[in-house]
């Protein structure tokens, strides 16, 4: 669904808070990292601390930028101490409040019965990707999966798979999704806000496996 054939699914390990951890993450193959913005999450973290997170990133390791109902202000301090910042709107945000910041964005959807996701994405049409993850009351992730038949096979844009992933499901969801990328918090912690490295390991590991998996199964796949 919603992709052409490839080699990689991209993974995204969120709600970063130490350097250990960062570190960790990178050594497990992530190719982003996510860094909260949002006060009442446990994965909060400043603006001085996210800098000293962002700066252990080798090239091409991207840092994201989550917000929630933030101000144009907060966005444009967040984004001038950070400028490779890719950015996540995960709140109520209009199409015009994303494009403010004039950089790229991934805006989230989250899977709330009678969504109609070809709307909404036609809506942010010009979102690097949507960020597919459970709808829960309030906002940030439970750390539980939606329903993955809710994901229409011609979605016109790059899906973000995200939502009570780990290494157990991942494989599952990107058989089924083939999602561009993969997103996961609780499912790599042992707390909130400190990840497991092992857990990392395990889940960018079960990524890698799954696309093996697919392209076995897609000899034209390149």
Known sequence: ???????????????????????????????????????????????????????????FVTPVGLFVNASSAEVGAVVDAIPNLLLQFHGDETPADCRHAGRPYLRAARMAPGLDLLDFAASFADAQALLLDTHVVGYGGGGKVFDWSLVPADLPCPVVLSGGLHAGNVGDGILQVRPWAVDVSTGVEAAKGIKDAAEMVRFCNAVREADQRRLEGSPAAV
């Not at 669904?1 to 193959?29: F, H, W, Y």
């Not at 446990?42 to 996210?50: C, G, L, M, T, W």
Request: glycine content about 6%; hydrophobic content about 40%; overall charge positive.
């Open 1 to 59: 669904m919603n992709s052409q054939p490839r080699t990689r699914t991209r993974i995204k390990i969120c709600g970063l808070t130490r350097e250990a951890d960062v570190d960790a993450a990178v050594a497990a193959g992530a190719d982003a990292i996510g860094l909260v913005f949002y006060p009442p999450s446990p994965r909060h973290v400043d603006i001085d601390r996210a800098v000293r997170l962002a700066r252990r990133l080798p090239p």
